[in-house]
């Protein structure tokens, strides 16, 4: 067993840039994390920034499984690499943030199913997203147009007399199905690149509290992690959950109103104190104040935090939630006016383009993470294989 003077000797020299020792990695970017974590592991400083920490001093050699585990965990809050007295410039040039970024996303691509389509997470670009959206929207105006429905008063507001209601879940359900089972198959490849063992009760809660209340981003001192610089903020917390929140509110709404739909029999428009409204009004709001607010976060990044290459996907899915959430609000304030088609045609082809892009962007890094933080709170319950301490 290694003391922890040889592992800081060995984190010397990787440093110094001595190949890493005893590892079957994939790529240099998975080298990169077991370089730096060697460094973390004799340093320790940030043990109790997040659950990278803990999870990685369990570990004295990081394979490919580890890394990707570790990267899956990290929230990307910053706070490990303004702490860190190895950070660049200086010559171990620590950058925890990055490095694990760059993983992750080898991770998504690895783990897509179908395998080919994982390329799509290093195009998925704003520019990408927007046009999707816009191309969407304009095949549907061209089909309402068709039908003499694009401009003018639809009867009773009622979207169905635009788009029928088959038509328009024979063109939605689909997509959105693909999209749930590509994302589900491929955190299952993730999970069993390194199952933790069987998962129980408190393990889950654990896991499930952890999710819902995005705990690591509050910096490990409840005073948040780190943005623009050294300086602690709860606001990347506070719109993450605004955001996280606000869709879930939509997506009740939406679930609510096929429940009215199908086994109610009560068909749209609903009336605005009626729950899908309540519902979908309040999620609107929410996700839209929440994205807006981590579009601001994001372009005030410290440079060094997290992977430039990546801002792209995430801005495209930022600026996709953002445009889905204006265009629901903007339905519900046009309706009984001329443009109520035009804006649904707008509404739908952002929604579908937010679907398609769902399993190959930034999405897959809300079910990744939460499939590692089970990971985690299974593995911590379990006797380390270390046997340095009691855990
Ligand atoms: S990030 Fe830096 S300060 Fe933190 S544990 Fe690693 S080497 Fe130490
Ligand atoms: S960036 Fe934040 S979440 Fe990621 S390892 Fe560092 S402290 Fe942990």
């Known amino acids: 067993m290694q003391s922890l003077e040889a592992l800081t000797r060995e984190a010397t020299e990787l440093a110094q840039g001595r190949p890493a020792p005893h590892l079957p990695l994939a790529g240099a970017e998975e080298a990169e994390v077991a370089r730096v974590l060697q460094i973390c592991n004799a340093c320790r400083y940030c043990e109790g920034f997040c659950a990278v920490f803990p999870a990685m001093t369990r570990r004295l050699q990081f394979d490919k499984a580890d890394v990707h585990f570790l990267a899956n965990l990290c929230h990307q809050c910053g706070a490990c690499l303004h702490a860190c007295q190895y950070a660049p410039p200086h010559e171990f040039g620590v950058n925890v943030p990055r490095a694990m970024a760059q993983v992750r996303v080898r991770t998504y691509v690895e783990h897509a199913w179908p395998a080919p389509l ?27 147009a068709r039908t003499g429905s694009l401009w003018g008063p639809a009867p009773e507001g009622s979207f169905y007399a635009i788009f029928p209601h088959g038509t328009m879940v024979s063109l939605f359900a689909p997509v959105f199905l693909f999209a749930v089972l590509a994302l589900a198959l491929g955190v299952r490849r993730f999970w069993r690149e390194s199952p933790p063992g069987p998962a129980s009760a408190p393990a889950v809660t654990e896991a499930t509290h952890n999710v819902l209340s995005l705990r690591y981003l509050d910096g490990g001192h409840g005073q948040g992690c ?72 994001n372009r005030r990044r410290h440079p060094l935090q997290g992977d430039p290459a990546q801002r792209p996907m995430d801005l495209a899915f ?63 319950r379990a006797p380390s294989k270390l046997k340095l301490a009691d855990d």
Not at 257 to 282: D, F, I, N, Q, R
Not at 369 to 375: I, V
Request: with cysteine; charged share 10%.
């Open 118 to 144: 994982g390329r799509l997470y290093q195009r998925n670009g704003l520019a990408l997203a927007l046009a999707l959206a816009a191309g969407l929207a304009l095949f549907l105006m061209l089909a309402a």
């Open 226 to 297: 780190n943005n623009a610089d050294d300086a602690f903020t709860l606001a990347r917390r506070r719109f993450h959950h605004l955001t996280f929140y606000g869709f879930m509110l939509c997506f009740a709404a939406t679930s609510v109103a096929t429940l009215y739909h199908y086994l109610l029999g009560w068909s749209a428009p609903y009336a605005p104190t009626s729950l899908p409204k309540l519902l979908g009004t309040t999620g609107g709001v929410s996700l839209m104040v929440g994205t807006a607010g981590l579009w601001w976060l």
């Open 318 to 380: 930022i600026a996709l939630l953002f445009l889905v959430a204006a265009s629901g609000l903007a339905l519900m304030l046009l309706k009984g006016t001329p443009a109520l088609a035009v804006t649904l045609c707008i509404h739908l082809g952002a929604v579908m383009a937010f679907f398609a892009t769902m399993p190959y962007g930034k999405f897959a890094h809300g079910v990744y993470r939460g499939a590692a933080l089970l990971k985690w709170s299974i593995e911590k």
